[in-house]
């Protein structure tokens, strides 16, 4: 769904994509700085309840998932490895979002229930995206459902900054159950497409 706004988002920071395509800094490296920046948001102030200053530190890295596939492209560098980078990293981000909720609950925020749902929520991302990837190489395609990455992404943050904003955890828990189902959803809805492209061929 969010999909549509990525070229929007593109426009917005071509200057800085052009900028940094300028001083020689390669699409690899964007790639790879933001994955640190989102690990170190998520996993540095997400278990110590900080979950604002989390939400931001994210938010501040995770548009190089758009940087550095325009600087990619605009300067021919694009690669076999710079895609299995960016999916592998993208996949480690994600995981850290998911994780650094998972030790709030677990410890600090002592609610072991959603401790548990945002583990699952980390699980279930990692089996959609591997779905999709186990599809593609078995030359079919496996894109789509009720909750793609941008999805999941967008609505755990925004959540997660509003939960603590207005000091409503229930917000927060709302959209760790909504993502735990959607996922799975996510996940069967994958597998049926593969499934009928399988008995098709």
């Known amino acids: 769904m969010l999909e549509r706004f990525r070229q929007f988002f593109t426009g917005v920071f071509r200057p800085i994509a052009d ?15 933001g994955t640190l920046g989102v690990c170190g948001g998520a996993l540095g102030f997400f278990p110590r309840g900080e979950l604002l200053i989390g939400v931001l530190v994210i938010t501040a890295f995770v548009f190089s998932d758009l940087i550095d596939g325009y600087m990619a492209r605009s300067s021919g ?8 980078l960016d999916s592998t990293l993208d996949r480690v981000g994600d995981a850290a979002v998911f994780g650094g909720l998972t030790l709030w609950f677990a410890w600090g925020g002592d609610d072991k ?10 699980v279930m991302g990692a089996v959609t995206s591997y779905a999709r990837a186990k599809a593609e190489s078995l030359g079919m395609e496996a894109k789509g459902g009720i909750a793609e990455r ?11 900054g509003l939960s603590d904003i207005f000091d409503l955890q ?30 098709a061929g």
């Open 170 to 199: 229930i917000l927060l828990a709302i959209a760790l159950w909504v993502l735990a189902v959607a996922s799975a959803v996510t996940v069967v809805q994958r597998m049926i497409m593969v499934r009928r492209q399988a008995l």
């Open 150 to 160: 941008s999805d999941r992404l967008v609505l755990i943050l925004v959540m997660t």
């Open 19 to 33: 900028l940094l395509l300028r001083m020689g800094v390669s699409p690899n490296t964007v790639t790879f700085v």
């Open 77 to 84: 560098q694009t690669s076999v490895w710079g895609s299995f």
């Open 113 to 122: 229930v959603l401790a548990c749902v945002a583990l699952w929520c980390l």
